[in-house]
């Protein structure tokens, strides 16, 4: 089993002063259990963003000509859950 937790503190979103915009912060938590059934084939059960929680991981205020006409968010994905197999066929 395996239990990932991120922390990312708030920060400014560009370098520059006078058109920047401060980010908040943000906890992200994976859970991931892998079983091996045999030499060539394991099975796995994931629940990636436990919490739900939504994030803003960058926040783009400037479209390219230094206008602030549009305000884009790149957000994280929103909580999943899955199946995984692996079969390695070498063995």
């Given at each position: 089993?395996q239990?990932?937790?991120?922390?990312?503190?708030?920060?400014?979103?560009?370098?520059?002063?006078?058109?920047?915009?401060?980010?908040?912060?943000?906890?992200?938590?994976?859970?991931?259990?892998?079983?091996?059934?045999n030499?060539?084939?394991?099975?796995?059960?994931?629940?990636?963003?436990?919490?739900?929680?939504?994030?803003?991981?960058?926040?783009?205020?400037?479209?390219?000509?230094?206008?602030?006409?549009?305000?884009?968010?790149?957000?994280?994905?929103?909580?999943?859950?899955?199946?995984?197999?692996?079969w390695?066929?070498?063995?």
């Open positions: 089993m239990i990932n937790h991120v922390s990312v503190d708030e920060m400014w979103n560009d370098l520059t002063v006078s058109d920047r915009v401060k980010q908040g912060n943000y906890n992200l938590t994976n859970i991931n259990f892998t079983k091996m059934l030499e060539s084939l394991s099975v796995g059960v994931f629940i990636d963003n436990v919490f739900d929680e939504l994030a803003d991981l960058y926040i783009n205020n400037e479209d390219g000509y230094g206008v602030n006409t549009h305000i884009l968010h790149t957000v994280n994905r929103p909580t999943t859950v899955g199946v995984k197999f692996t390695n066929y070498s063995k």
